[in-house]
């Protein structure tokens, strides 16, 4: 699919950047669909969401891209989860042993905090991270709800980037407060789920060590 999405934009005319935001007049009352449903289906496709989301920036503006990137998030977080879910989970669960046992113990007790904090961390792709959830025992409404809370703020901060390239000096840039905020959140969440990990590390072990 990768080589396939490389190919393509070697052989598809791509319009000049001042062009973009004409493309969602062009599509009409389907443009929101179009936006989340391709969006979705990039990020399923391991394309990183940054780009994904500088490209509805572009097209749609900061604020709605933003908010389109997000819908596509969402989305994008439910097919992965379902089709890590579909063909992985039962291989996994059925060869588990030790630590990776303790680990998936881990994530099927995971809070929103929890799911948020392995968003935020550098480990993977948004899309190989969905696939990575679906073939553990998390639960899916706390995973949805960190996914999405995870990827807010870099949503509007790409969104008012990606605006920037098509109409400079059009864009609001308190559009990209948002994500000056969810750094400082991010660092807290980790710092906190850090602490919280250590410790209950230290409440369950052997007297004595």
Known sequence: MLAGFGLLL???PLPAPGELPSLA???????????IAGGALLLVALV??????LATGAVFGPLTGALYALGAALL???LGFAIGRLLGREFVAERVRGRLARLDRWFARQ??????TVRLLPIAGFGLVS????TTAARVLPYLVGSVLASAPTAFGYAA???SVTTPGGVDWYAAAPAALGLVASAVLVARWWRAERGRAADTSPPGR
Do not use: I, Q
């Open 25 to 35: 007049e062009r599509l009409g009352p389907v443009a929101p669909v179009a936006a």
């Open 131 to 134: 696939y990575g959830y679906g």
């Open 48 to 53: 990183p969401r940054t780009f994904v989301t």
């Open 76 to 78: 994008a977080a439910v």
């Open 161 to 163: 980037v990606g605006a």
């Open 10 to 12: 070697l052989v598809v």
């Open 111 to 116: 809070s929103v905090l929890g799911v948020m």
